[in-house]
């Protein structure tokens, strides 16, 4: 009607139908291809999501998820929105499961590389294709395997550095130190800052630093167990006061054995205890050669006296100088024998002396016992000799008589004189 009143003409209005027509299809069109590809971004949209969520089940190792439909129903948008609450339920599985098997995953490298002696680690990088519980059960045998043997070389560390302390305080040594120098972690471990070194390596230095440690205690034990032996014999043989070996009863206490227990207590196995023991042992021991070289001249006499009386061989003076040697010499005489065993074995003929010297069992002491051996030997062969010398005594009174007659006869040669001198008593 208002082309009617406008006057317009057929052609005209014709052709502006045309052009409605033609943009009214272009509309239709648009909304057809825009409804097609809301279409297709639903299925793909759709297709996505199931593909996603069963990937999620296999990585999850899960067969099924409850609540999820076995078949979808319904439009698309319908389908989606069933089919999403699950898929957001299977992510959120899967990320609190990839937090397990990272701090699984991470414990695991980092005590491996503890226990390899590694201060750092890589990160951990976890594989999501394989997000299952039996995976994850495995990665936590593991770490408990790995937690174990941390605790089992833990507990080696403490009682390898107990032992050290305890070692070290009985022989007066720094046992920081010690431990320090095996790893200045095992020291300082325990701060937080820096864990302690439990790998193979440490535990062998350790092993071996208190093996060293008990090696050196022996050495020490056995050294003042002789030490303490030689001031026994030394105060026994000097008659050394009471107040004179109190300083030392502590080192006395090893030539016992009760020595056992009295070395776990600290500093009793010091170095200083072990020089005060050998200076008062050598000190009592160059006053035992000078007492001995006394009483060895006093039993040389005696023998040499007994050895003239009865016209017996006197013992050589090369002998003598020999024992003498011995005493003077102050040193152990296993050790001289060891130097010089011409000394001793032309000295001592018996067998079992020179086995005893060889063998450190005779002490100088010993050797006045043998010259008192001498001394006994002489008199009971100048007992057995008593007849004999009498006889010896009265045949040599009368050679003698009988020289000085002749001598008297010849000065003075007088019958009357002789026979005074015959009836002379």
């Known amino acids: ?230 001031l026994t014999n030394l105060w026994n043989l000097l008659d050394t006061p009471t107040e004179d070996q109190q300083p030392f009863s502590h080192i006395k206490i090893f030539s016992s054995s009760a020595s056992v227990n009295y070395t776990s207590v600290p500093g009793t196995l010091t170095l200083d205890i072990i020089h005060q023991a050998e200076s008062e042992v050598e000190r009592l021991d160059q006053l035992k050669a000078s007492k001995m070289k006394e009483l060895f001249f006093k039993k040389q006499i005696e023998l040499q006296d007994i050895c003239k009386k009865s016209h017996m061989e006197v013992p050589s003076q090369s002998e003598m100088e020999n024992i003498m040697k011995l005493i003077i010499s102050g040193g152990p005489l296993a050790s001289i024998f060891l130097n010089d065993p011409a000394i001793l074995s032309g000295t001592f003929s018996n067998p079992k002396i020179l086995y005893a010297l060889t063998e450190g069992e005779m002490d100088h002491s010993d050797l006045l016992v043998c010259m008192e051996e001498h001394i006994c030997k002489a008199k009971e062969e100048a007992c057995s000799r008593k007849d004999i010398m009498e006889k010896v005594e009265k045949w040599m009174a009368s050679c003698e008589e009988e020289r000085w007659l002749e001598e008297y006869s010849r000065v003075i040669p007088n019958p009357s004189k002789y026979k005074l001198v015959q009836h002379h008593p």
């Open 1 to 230: 009607m208002i082309w009617d009143e406008v006057g317009q003409d057929q052609l005209e209005r014709e052709r502006v139908l045309l052009e409605l027509e033609q943009e009214c299809l272009e509309v239709y069109r648009r909304k057809v291809d825009s409804a097609n590809i809301s279409r297709v971004r639903l299925h793909q949209a759709l297709a996505d999501s199931e593909a996603e969520l069963t990937n999620l089940l296999l990585s999850l190792g899960e067969r099924s998820l409850p609540g999820r439909p076995e078949k979808l129903t319904g439009t698309l948008k319908e389908q989606l929105d069933s089919i999403t609450p699950a898929l957001r339920e299977m992510q959120l599985r899967k990320e609190v499961r990839v937090n397990q098997f990272q701090e699984v995953q991470t414990q695991i490298r980092r005590i491996s590389s503890e226990i390899a002696g590694h201060s750092e680690y890589d990160s951990v990088v976890v594989n999501e294709g394989d997000l299952s519980l039996k995976k994850l059960e495995e990665y936590q045998h593991e770490l408990q395997r790995l937690r174990k043997e941390k605790s089992d070389r833990l507990r080696k560390v403490e009682e390898y550095i107990n032992e050290v302390h305890n070692l070290a305080e009985t022989m007066g040594m720094d046992s920081s130190k010690v431990i320090t120098d095996v790893h200045p972690s095992l020291l300082h471990g325990s701060s937080g800052q820096q864990s302690k070194n439990i790998s193979d390596t440490i535990l062998d230095r350790l092993k071996s630093t208190v093996q060293q440690l008990k090696d050196e205690k022996q050495k020490r034990m056995e050294k003042l167990h002789r030490l303490g032996k030689a």
